[in-house]
Structure formats: structure tokens, C-alpha cells
């Protein structure tokens, strides 16, 4: 049989494409982060592998497509072959684990593979681009192996690609770019490297020959055989001496290196035809790896396939709609447990009174608990602000209403994280397996659908009982996923394929959408709900399974709310304060830019850290400067050594932290400004694998805290009319916790002193009277104090201090002698998350660590300093949630006008109303100092004032 078959004569000025598979993804796996899908399969090297070829099919357009593999036989085809290539290094687990999985990606899109036991990818792509050159066609060949270069023709272009400033770059060549690249011809290129050798690939060359001489030795003789038969002109003592004594391996090497261009091996070209990759296995496996940014490639007929037929019944008219929820509610009201999933369609133009969120409808699916089909998908569209917009306002808080009923008669048990979180587990576990259950999709960003009456509802503390929030959930079961869209959880609890629905509509709103879209917009709104609805059970399940239900129900529940309330309230902000602050630092930008110009003598952009690398290293000669392929490096590290004897980098430094103040903070703020001159941030509990919750859009946790010019900002934070600021923050939460969990008594007695617990600890470490510590001593005490929170190393303490690894590593290893149980304690989290897959909190939240297993020590390394911070940090992020909530909820017992804004870190803010000053400073301390009961006290620190920067 011909090697190209079905090629015939219409093969002539076609395009083939030929991709070396093991090249391309052992380039994928090392330039992608090791990302994993929600099973934890390895999935990096396919997605990136992926994003290569399909942007080389894009530009190429190609007429064909086949990729080659190497099959590793037992057995090569020669003894020396067997040598050498028998020893190369072996594959990352991580990686070999995904070449099967790139197979199957491979097949799923109808590409055909080529491999072939015997013989390596490199002879199976050189036979395959002769053969089609031979029937007139063209060949670009993609590839990381520059051996095959060998094979450049003009007809035969390889593409070699490589990163270039973080970005992947490609280079062709041709028989042309070979020899104007490496000064021989593509064939003389392998007798260069049989000469030279190729540690990567285990080919020994002729020691002690490097690519010059051997491209001197080839340009000179022609070839290793010209070499040899020339060897006496060969006039260098020392070169003349390792060629004679090596031409066996020059030979070997020759072999080795060769391609074979005649192999038998065929592909069939109308199985290679390109097109119609974007198949429903592929799209169904895509899916399930969680590549979201490939799926847009897919047709709309090939989603709509893989996601099986749908009927939703369409609620148009208000006498539909009652009769609707008559029969919902009477089925719920009657005792039968019902699971209701509910995708509202909501779009929010911004905040404040005049941009009210717009409900275009709501997909509701609902069936008997443990059905799997539905008993109907419905999908009720609203008129804006008319009646039927408050007909389904007012259904959907019924319908909220009849579940929480359900699910309280079912179990009255259940109590708030303000009340009691110590409850057995066995009953913890009974909550709300009984009762309807209304199962939403991020609950925070529609919390205003339900219609709760705080006052009426939450008196005795928060209680939303019978709802489960599936992106909450979801996050709490792999905090490691940060982005969970409702096509995830499909795709993770029940395999189905949704398409997400900005690879459906775009950057549109949903009200446009709709608008030109109806049918679609109704069909993925039923879906979603029906995807809740059946996924939610088993979210549930999960929780419970894993010890997480508690922490659910107790912790992350309650708070949906209280973050839904703080994004609605807002903090006000004075637009012209921020104007000032932004012009006061323009003033002092300006001045340190002059002063810079002239202590360098030199104008320049000092934001290009080419330029002033060029200034700093060259013009003015600085010592330290580390030459990059860009550049001299000007990272702040770097620049922070050089500043104590260089006034000019102390000024460089300054301006950097002054404009990036500037463009951030006082003039970006700006942008998020809202109507009722309030900023709204997004308060986000499903980002961090600790539990920290964030803040973005703006990101108000950011706002700089190390310099007084930083924290000037803070005066434009303003409290309403009347009111003023109060602002509690723990002191030292995570060192506490430290000594709380890890019981080592001299931490714990050092914490129950009283005193200073850095110049208590530099006391015991220095072994210097505590009146004799120094202020040095003390900053290296609380260096050591807080890095071992975070599993620092003897280099990372030792950058951070300006000292020798060697003393670095003194200071801990004195540390840990003065505090043995820690030492055993981390020790402990360590083996344990290795034994058990992940870090767990006080409260039972779960990290997983899968870096610990990692073949690669850099990973492995990081995964142990997780295992040791997890429960530490996580501990501290579950405190401040408890008190969150404790805090909001005593504000709304005791009726106060005061409301909880904003949460930073450790730290919670108050707008106070007048009259009740002290009573907020009492709420404060109590319930944030009694949020755990720890073996030592937390502490905090209270303090009031006109505006944020006061009260802070």
C-alpha cells in the first residue's frame, strides 16, 4: 500500500500538517501552570497542546492534519539505539498521564494519529513529509525538535515554535532559513550535531566539540565522513586527538541522529482531510476537562445535540403563572419533598436607585426529591416593572417561603453560626435531608428575588433554611476551581455538556439577548435550572460526606447574605477628596521625576525598565545588575538592596509606589463611583482555596496600608450623613491560632503573658533579657513569628532579612527549639495532608494539596508550605466569618441603625449611627473576641472616627 493514500493527483498544491505529538505536548506541559479538571486528572498538557494547534490550524489552514506519537518498544533497531535512546530521562507522571487523554481528545475530533511501534515519532513525520512532497503537495511540520530541520526543503517548511518575553513565538525554516541560520545545508545540519552531540536527546557526540567547531568541521568537509577521511588536516593538537579517539561515537551519533525518510508507515489522506473537528465527543470531553475558552469553537447544533432535547412550557400570561404555583406550592405544602432549581435572568446596570436590577425571567425546573427527571422545566417571563413583574416577585417569594416552612417542620434543629456551631455531627448530618430544598446558582448576586424581610425573618440569627446555593457548595467542595459557572457542575455531578452562556450570547445583557434571541435565552435558562435542580442532591451529598455541611449551613449560608447586604450598602466616598489626593501625589511625582533626571544627569521614561536598567547598570554603574534577554532586571527586589546606599533608587522606588497610587487608587477609584456616591465592591467567598474572602471591582483590601501618603487615601472614605466610622481589627488572629492548634505551651504562655509576643520571642530565641531586646532583634523575632505561619524557608527569611541563608536557617531552627510543639505540629499537618489529600480547618473546610505528590520539587516544596498554612489561615478566615455574622446579626437584634460595609482581611468596618457609639464598640469586642474559644484570647483593636483613615 502507498504511504499516502487517497492522495491521487488532486493532492498537487495541498497543504498537509504535521504535528510531532510528544514534542508539542512536552512543550505544553512545562509552558502551562498544572491546571487539573474537578475529578483531578492532569489537564495542562492537553489544553495548552490544544491552543497550539488550533491557532496553528487557524493561520494555516491547512488541507490535512495527522499527528505522530512514539510507541516506547522494548526493543530498538540497533543495539546502540537501545543505548542511548533507551536512557533518556523518563516523562513526569503528570505528563505521561495525559498523552492517552491527548489521544482521545485526538480521535474525539476525527484527527488521525500515526505511531508505530518500532520507530520514533521523527521517522514516522521525515517519511511522511518526503512522501507527500513526492505527489506534489506542501508540508509544514510542527515541532520542538530541531533535528528535524534535517528534512527542510522548500516545499517542507518546519515550524519550530519558542517562548520569546513570556509569549510563544514561531520559526520557519526552509532549506533556505536553515543554512542562513546555522551556515550548512538542512542535511549537513544532522552531521553538526553527530559531531556536537545532544545531551537532550542522549546522542554523545565527540566530547569536548561544540556547535562551532563542529558547523567549522562540516562547512570545511562536508559531512563526519569528510571529516574523518580528512583528519590529518585537521591542525589542533586537542581537536584532532578527541576526533581520532571518538569516530566510533561521531558514527553512533550520525545514526542516531539520522530520520528515516523510507519507513513503512501510510496515512490515509480522506481521514486526514481537515474540517469537522468540533464533533459532540469532542465537545462532551472538552467539557468534562474544563476548557470553557475552547467551547465557543463548538456550533450551537452540535451543544444542542449533546444536550438532548428540551420542552420548557413558556409563562407568558399571569393566569398561567398562578396556576403554576398553585400546583408547585400545594405539592410542597403537602408534604412532599420537592427540589426546585431556579436560573433567574438578571441583568445589573450598576448600583444605587437609579439602576435597579432587571429581571427578564426565570427558568425553574422541579421534580419529587430523588427524581431525575422533572416533573417541568418552566420558563416565566417578566414585563420590567408591571404587574406580571410583581406577580413573579411575589411567587418566587411564596415559593421560598413554602420551602423554608417545609424544611423547618421537617428539622427545627438547625441553628445559626451566631448561636452554636459545636453540634454534634450526627445531627448536623440529619439537617434538612428532609423537605423541599430550593437549589439556586449564586444566591449573593440575587439575594433581592426572595423578598426576606431581615427584621421579620433574622431577629434570632440568620436562618435560611431548605436553600442550597450550588456555586457555593461546588467551591467549598474543590476550593481549588475559582471560577465555577453553572456548565461546570453539569459537566462534574452529571455529565452533562451545557454551553455557557457567554460562549452562546457573547458580551451581550441578557434583556438584549433576549430580544433577539428568545428561544435560546428560554431554552439555557430551563437548562440551567434543570442542571440545579438535579445536581443539587448530590452537591448536597458531598458536603455531608465530606464534613462540610456544618460549615455550609453554619458559616458559608448565612453570610450569602450578609456580603449581599454589604455590596447593596456600599461605602460612601467623596469624589473631590479623591481629586486632591490624586493632584497632591501628582505634585510629588513631578518633583521626584525632576530630582531623579538630575542625579542621573539623564531624561529617560523612568517606567521602562529597559531604560532605566541601561541608567542604573551602564550609565551610572551600580553594582548588581542582572542582564535578562530584555534587560537589566529592575524588580524591586533587586532595586531594595541598592536603595539604603543610593538615594536615587529610594527615589525611583518612591515614584513607582506614588504613580501606581496614583493610577490605581486615586484616579481608578473613580470609575466605581456609583449614583448614590457609594462604591460597591464585589465581595466574593468562592475565590481563595483558604476561605478569605475578596474583594474586586474595585478591590478595597488593597487599599495600602505600609506608608502614611498610602493610607491618606482612607480620608475619602466617608460615613453618611451624621454618622461615624468604627473599625475593629484582631491582633495577630493567625499567630494565636498557631498557638491555639498547634498546643505548644511556650507560644501559649508567651501569648497569656500580655506582652509584646515579638519581643517575648526574640527574648527566648536571642536568649536576651526581654528589657535588653533590641529593636532588630525584635523585627527578626517577628519575621521568624509570621513566616512560620506561611512555611517560610531559611532563603525566603533570608531575602527577607538581608541575611546569609546560613544565619537565616539559625534563626529557625532556634525558633522551632524554643517552641518545640510547633515544630511537631507542622511536621503533623504535613504528613497528614499527604496521607489524606488535603488540609483541613478547625471548622472542617478542606484544601486539597495534589502539589505534595508532584514529581517536581518546586511543587512539592509549595504544596508542603500549603499543608502547613491552610489550617492556619483557613482557621482565620472561618473566625472572621463567625464573627461577620455574629456581629451583623446582634446590629439587627438589638435594632440598630448601624450596618457592617466593609471586611478587610482582619479587620470589619461599621457605619455608626449617633447614640450608638459604645454600643458598636461593645458588639465588636464581644462577638469578634468570642467567635472561637481558643487556648488563648483573641484580641482586637477598636477605634473610631469621621472617616476611614481616622478610624483606622
Not at 456609583?674 to 475578596?694: K, N, P, V
Amino acid at each position: 500500500m502507498n504511504t499516502i493514500t487517497g492522495a491521487g493527483g488532486s493532492s498537487a498544491g495541498k497543504k498537509l500538517l504535521l504535528v510531532d505529538g510528544h514534542s508539542i505536548l512536552n512543550r505544553a506541559f512545562y509552558g502551562m501552570p498544572d491546571l487539573t479538571n474537578a475529578k483531578g486528572v492532569h489537564t495542562g498538557a492537553v489544553y495548552g497542546f490544544l491552543n497550539i494547534l488550533f491557532s496553528q490550524i487557524d493561520e494555516l489552514q491547512p488541507d490535512y492534519l495527522t499527528v505522530a506519537f512514539d510507541v516506547h518498544a522494548p526493543t530498538f533497531r540497533h543495539e546502540a539505539y537501545a543505548e542511548y535512546k533507551g536512557t533518556r530521562k523518563s516523562m513526569p507522571e503528570e505528563l505521561r498521564e495525559q498523552v492517552p487523554l491527548m489521544k482521545k481528545m485526538l480521535t474525539a475530533m476525527g484527527i488521525p494519529i500515526c505511531e508505530q511501534a518500532g520507530l520514533e515519532a521523527d521517522d514516522i513525520l521525515g517519511t511522511l513529509a518526503k512522501k507527500a512532497q513526492a505527489v506534489d503537495m506542501d508540508v509544514v511540520l510542527l515541532s520542538g525538535d530541531r533535528d528535524l530541520l534535517q528534512i527542510a526543503t522548500d516545499r517542507i517548511c518546519i515550524r519550530i515554535p519558542r517562548t520569546r518575553k513570556g509569549q510563544t513565538v514561531i520559526d520557519d525554516f526552509r532549506e533556505a532559513q536553515v543554512l542562513e541560520t546555522y551556515g550548512v545545508t538542512p542535511l549537513q545540519f544532522i552531521e553538526v550535531k553527530a559531531l556536537m552531540g545532544d545531551a537532550s536527546d542522549n546522542i554523545p557526540g565527540v566530547p569536548k566539540v561544540g556547535e562551532k567547531t563542529a558547523t567549522q568541521l562540516i562547512r570545511e568537509f562536508g559531512s563526519v565522513d569528510g571529516v574523518y577521511e580528512h583528519l590529518d588536516e585537521v591542525k589542533k593538537p586537542a581537536l584532532h586527538k578527541t576526533l581520532a579517539e571518538n569516530e566510533d561515537k561521531a558514527r553512533m551519533s550520525l545514526f542516531l541522529a539520522a530520520i528515516k525518510t523510507d519507513c513503512d508507515v501510510e496515512l490515509d489522506m480522506e481521514k486526514a482531510a481537515a474540517g469537522g473537528y468540533y464533533t459532540k465527543e469532542a465537545f462532551e470531553l472538552c467539557t468534562e476537562l474544563g476548557f470553557k475558552n475552547i467551547l465557543p469553537r463548538f456550533d450551537r447544533d452540535v451543544v444542542e445535540e449533546t444536550a438532548g432535547g428540551f420542552e420548557p412550557l413558556e409563562i407568558v400570561e399571569e393566569k398561567a403563572l398562578a396556576q403554576m404555583k398553585d400546583t408547585l406550592l400545594s405539592e410542597i405544602r403537602s408534604g412532599q419533598e420537592m427540589v426546585i432549581g431556579v436560573w433567574p435572568v438578571l441583568d445589573f446596570p450598576g448600583y444605587g436607585m437609579e439602576s435597579p436590577a432587571v429581571l427578564t425571567g426565570v427558568g425553574i425546573s422541579s421534580s419529587p426529591a430523588g427524581a431525575k427527571s422533572a416533573d417541568g422545566n418552566w420558563f416565566i417571563r417578566t414585563d420590567g416593572a408591571g404587574e406580571n413583574n410583581a406577580a413573579v416577585l411575589s411567587f418566587l417569594k411564596e415559593l421560598r417561603t413554602a420551602v423554608r416552612e417545609s424544611s423547618t417542620a421537617s428539622d427545627s434543629r438547625e441553628t445559626s453560626a451566631a448561636s452554636d456551631l459545636k453540634e454534634s455531627s450526627a445531627a448536623s448530618e440529619s439537617k434538612e435531608n428532609t423537605g423541599s430544598m430550593l437549589a439556586v446558582f449564586g444566591q449573593k448576586g440575587h439575594m433581592f428575588l426572595w423578598g426576606i424581610d431581615a427584621e421579620a425573618e433574622f431577629s434570632e440569627g440568620i436562618r435560611m433554611e431548605g436553600i442550597l446555593d450550588l456555586l457555593v457548595g461546588s467551591y467549598l467542595v474543590n476550593p481549588l476551581k475559582s471560577d465555577y459557572e453553572i456548565e461546570d457542575v453539569a459537566s462534574e455531578y452529571l455529565g452533562i455538556s451545557l454551553q455557557g452562556a457567554k460562549s452562546l450570547f457573547g458580551k451581550k445583557t441578557w434583556a438584549r439577548a433576549f430580544g433577539e434571541e428568545p428561544g435560546a435565552v428560554i431554552s439555557y435558562a430551563c437548562r440551567a435550572a434543570d442542571a440545579i435542580r438535579q445536581a443539587a442532591p448530590l452537591v448536597r451529598s458531598k458536603l455531608q460526606d465530606s464534613g462540610m455541611w456544618e460549615l455550609y449551613t453554619q458559616i458559608e449560608r448565612p453570610l450569602t447574605f450578609i456580603l449581599s447586604d454589604m455590596e447593596s450598602l456600599g461605602i460612601r466616598i467623596q469624589p473631590e477628596a479623591l481629586k486632591a489626593y490624586s493632584d497632591s501625589l501628582g505634585g510629588r511625582i513631578d518633583e521626584l521625576e525632576q530630582q531623579i533626571y538630575r542625579e542621573t544627569g539623564e531624561t529617560f521614561n523612568i517606567a521602562s525598565p529597559k531604560q532605566l536598567g541601561e541608567v542604573l547598570f551602564e550609565k551610572m554603574g551600580l553594582p548588581g545588575g542582572k542582564k535578562t534577554k530584555t534587560g537589566y532586571s529592575t524588580a524591586a527586589g533587586v532595586l531594595e538592596k541598592l536603595a539604603p546606599d543610593y538615594p536615587v533608587v529610594n527615589d525611583i522606588l518612591e515614584y513607582r509606589g506614588l504613580t501606581k497610587l496614583r493610577s490605581t487608587y486615586a484616579d481608578g477609584l473613580m470609575a466605581y463611583v456609583a449614583d448614590d456616591r457609594r462604591i460597591h465592591t464585589t465581595l466574593r467567598q468562592t475565590i481563595t482555596a483558604t476561605g478569605r474572602i475578596s474583594s474586586t471591582d474595585p478591590n478595597l483590601q488593597n487599599i495600602p496600608m505600609k506608608t502614611d501618603l498610602g493610607r491618606q487615601i482612607r480620608k475619602a472614605f466617608i460615613p453618611r450623613e451624621g454618622y461615624t466610622f468604627t473599625d475593629a481589627d484582631y491582633s495577630q488572629i493567625e499567630l494565636r491560632i498557631l498557638a491555639h492548634m498547634s498546643g505548644d505551651p511556650g507560644l501559649i504562655e508567651a501569648y497569656r503573658e500580655n506582652e509584646d509576643i515579638h519581643r517575648i520571642t526574640a527574648s527566648k530565641v536571642f536568649h536576651t533579657p526581654i528589657d535588653e531586646v533590641t529593636p532588630l532583634q525584635r523585627r527578626n523575632a517577628k519575621a521568624v513569628n509570621f513566616g512560620i505561619v506561611y512555611g517560610i524557608s531559611s532563603f525566603g527569611l533570608s531575602q527577607g532579612l538581608s541575611i546569609s541563608r546560613a544565619e537565616a536557617a539559625e534563626y529557625i531552627k532556634a525558633y522551632f527549639k524554643t517552641y518545640p510543639g510547633i515544630k511537631i505540629f507542622l511536621d503533623g499537618l504535613v504528613s497528614s495532608a499527604k496521607k489524606e489529600g488535603y488540609a483541613i480547618t478547625m471548622y472542617g473546610r478542606r484544601r486539597p494539596v495534589p502539589e505534595l505528590s508532584s514529581s517536581n520539587f518546586m511543587q512539592r516544596s509549595f504544596g508542603e508550605r500549603v499543608a502547613m498554612n491552610s489550617p492556619i489561615q483557613g482557621s482565620a478566615a472561618d473566625i472572621m466569618k463567625i464573627a461577620m455574622i455574629r456581629v451583623w446579626e446582634r446590629l439587627e437584634r438589638e435594632k440598630l441603625q448601624s450596618r457592617l460595609i466593609l471586611q478587610i482581611h482582619d479587620e470589619l468596618l461599621i457605619e455608626t449611627a449617633p447614640g450608638e457609639e459604645e454600643t458598636v464598640r461593645r458588639i465588636l469586642e464581644e462577638e469578634m473576641e468570642h467567635a472561637a474559644d481558643l487556648s488563648v484570647r483573641l484580641e482586637t483593636d477598636v477605634h473610631s472616627g469621621a472617616d476611614w483613615y481616622m478610624a483606622k
